[in-house]
């Protein structure tokens, strides 16, 4: 059922004291985060007994009221109920003790800023990959329905290149906001890169320098590393210059001075080493798909719904785009991946057509409906997967079949599109073949997903509901 998100923030603020007792509030992830005048009159133990409240702390000298997912709504209808101008969500992080940094600790954090970067961009880099699927279905490739030469077909090239040929500019901005940098700095450093005049040095024979300082271009436009390398080095450099520069002087002189010394950083140092590292990535994807063949296709799309699990997913995401973007294609990571996320689609199915309770199938069928039109594994993993422990294997066999098939006709993805049922447009990009062999995986994938989950997926006990 549905939480009343008004009635917790009414109750909320009673609890607290009311809006007379608020000097300051604002929310993260999960939390409402409270500095309170008079820290004494909140009843912890009452507070949690507050429907729709899952707990009550004190620290960093604030009463933080833990919420949950939907604290946004409760946060914006309590600041209505108060009068309370509403604050930007803060770091969920932002209580916790400096932790020593150890070689796991900085991988941790350096995968955390890049997918913390990418995942933002989700939405706009799908919206741009169902206008070149588009593109690619009805124009001269495919159905043949308009031509190279009309508007339709351009205005489809118009609004891919809208976000992927200006990716490091939305970077630029996202990487910012993860590292509480400005993000028009971030944004600015971006462009620098896109600059039409500095672009066009791109393969000349023309020489250019940073305050003498030879520089190296490269065409930045659809690039990931140079500029999330930029912002994270331009993060301490602002921030020293905040720090020694007056508060008077410093809204004109430090963003200023950060453009200055970051021009010759970011031109002659870690664009091109972003760069070199792109292709690296890309390449060893690559490498490491040829290498591994059908087989390396077929492992990741076993385990693929595992590692989303785990959160390591966004990383492989990340450098599978990475590949997109620097070949046009990707037959690895991003293959793979879809095709377990079509054996998420038949492990739900096979379950809402095993399962005799009424409300475990139902469910079932809520989760394959919202896996197939949103696009979402999530509830089938925890509510199929987890529960009942052995639709994870027809999962994990599934996915390696149709990974299998994928790798050995040699598929792949062109855009980076829906997560749903629309996904197979991916393919489109390859021609008719890779549509058809696409499409066939999937195929594939479902139906072996599907029966497995029905014929070996759940013991009499779970069918008899003593599991449920």
Known sequence: MAQNNEQIATSVLEAIGGKENITFVTHCMTRLRFNLKDMGIPDQEEIKKIKGVLGAVVTGGQFQIIIGQNVPKVYASLCDQAGIARQEAVDENLDKPKEKLTPGKIGSNILNYMAG???????AMMAAAMFRTIQVLIGPGMLSLITAESSMYMLCDFMYNAFFYFLPVY?????????????????M?????????????AGSETSFNVYGIPCIVNNYSQSVLPIVLTVWVMSYVDRFFRKVIPDMLSTIFAPFLTMVVMAPLELCLLAPLGSVLGDFIGNGLLAFGETGGFLAVAIVAALWEFLVMSGMHSVLIMFGITTLLTNGSESFILVAGGYATWAAFGMALGAFLRLRDKEEKSLALGYFVSGILGGVTEPVLYGIGFKYKRPFIAMAIGGFCGGLYGGLMHVGTYVMGATNFLAVLGYVGGGTTNMVHGCIGVGITIVVTTALTYFMGFTAKDLAGENC
């Open 189 to 201: 450093a971006a462009c620098l890169l896109l600059v039409p005049e500095f672009m066009a040095l």
């Open 117 to 123: 970067s990418m995942t933002p961009m989700i939405p």
């Open 171 to 187: 970077l630029g901005y996202t990487a910012s906001k993860k590292l509480n940098l400005n993000p028009v700095l971030g944004m």
